[in-house]
Nanobody, 128 residues
């Protein structure tokens, strides 16, 4: 599956952005999806994950209550709605796909190494 992330940009603290990740190739609904981010000089970190069904989600503590992950299997797209953005959210954001059972996030879903396919990243910059 090929993944194309978009929607990043330069915003002010407190603003919102919605990232999209469009998938092509093999059946999108076969994959659990995740969003990760990487700031300069830091390791890639988990942001959010969603099951194949969309019925199960989980978030990093740093974004819980501010970010929402969702998916539209008919459109082969996963989204990350980001509200109340902070300067600390500045990073390149990546979407990723992994095989998992229908209602599961998959084992070790917070670990980047467990995802098979990755998008190219979209930059989010939040000015304070």
């Amino acid at each position: 599956v090929q993944l194309q992330a978009s929607g990043g940009g330069l915003v002010q603290a407190g603003d919102s952005l919605r990232l999209s990740c469009a998938a092509s190739g093999r059946t999108f609904s076969s994959y659990a999806m995740g969003w990760f981010r990487q700031a300069p000089g830091k390791e890639r970190e988990f942001v959010a994950a969603i099951s194949r069904s969309g019925g199960r989600t989980n978030y990093a503590e740093s974004v819980k209550g501010r970010f929402t992950i969702s998916r539209d299997n008919a459109k082969n797209t996963v989204y990350l709605q980001m509200n109340s953005l902070k300067a600390a959210d500045t990073a390149a954001y990546y979407c990723a796909a992994r095989v998992a059972s229908y209602s599961s996030l998959g084992d070790y879903y917070t670990q980047p190494g467990t995802y098979t396919y990755w998008g190219q990243g979209t930059q989010v910059t939040v000015s304070s």
